[in-house]
């Protein structure tokens, strides 16, 4: 299927990789519903919430899909998460000494990383000069 039919009106989109996330997170949901009730004994790991961001970067950094409009998607959503779940679990292994109230600086450090992969990851293409000389 090529782009002009995904963007006729009345087509349906193709998102196989939307609905594996989507029901991936479903499922962590019920888990997570699961674990909170206290009439079902079932305990799960706390600390192991940061695997989830970093599977969910992971798949959006390696998500070849294009947007409706044909642009190639960016990818900073899963620079985002990917950093963050390292953060996390950093923090929650107490990896280098460090725990939430000593590593905070690095959320900063990532924003900025963030910015400065979207300057690069235009989907746009590269910058143009759109004023004209008269």
Not at 34 to 48: A, K, M, Q, S, T
Not at 96 to 106: A, M, N, R, V
Request: charged share 20%; aromatic share 10%.
């Amino acid at each position: 299927m090529n782009i002009e039919q995904r963007m006729e009106p009345g087509r349906p989109r193709r998102a196989g990789g939307h609905v594996i996330i989507g029901l991936g997170v479903m499922a962590l949901g019920v888990l997570i519903l699961v674990d909170r009730n206290p009439w079902i004994d079932v305990r799960f790991p706390g600390n192991l919430w940061p695997f989830v961001l970093i599977v969910l970067g992971l798949l959006r950094l390696t998500d070849t899909g294009a947007r409706p409009d044909g642009k190639p998607q960016r990818r900073g959503a899963g620079f985002w998460l990917l950093f963050v779940g390292c953060w996390g679990l950093v923090n929650e292994m107490h990896l280098f000494g460090l725990d939430y109230g000593t590593s905070w600086p690095l959320m900063i450090v990532g924003a900025g990383l963030l910015i400065v992969w979207r300057a690069f990851d235009d989907p746009r293409g590269p910058a143009t000069d759109q004023r004209r000389e008269p």
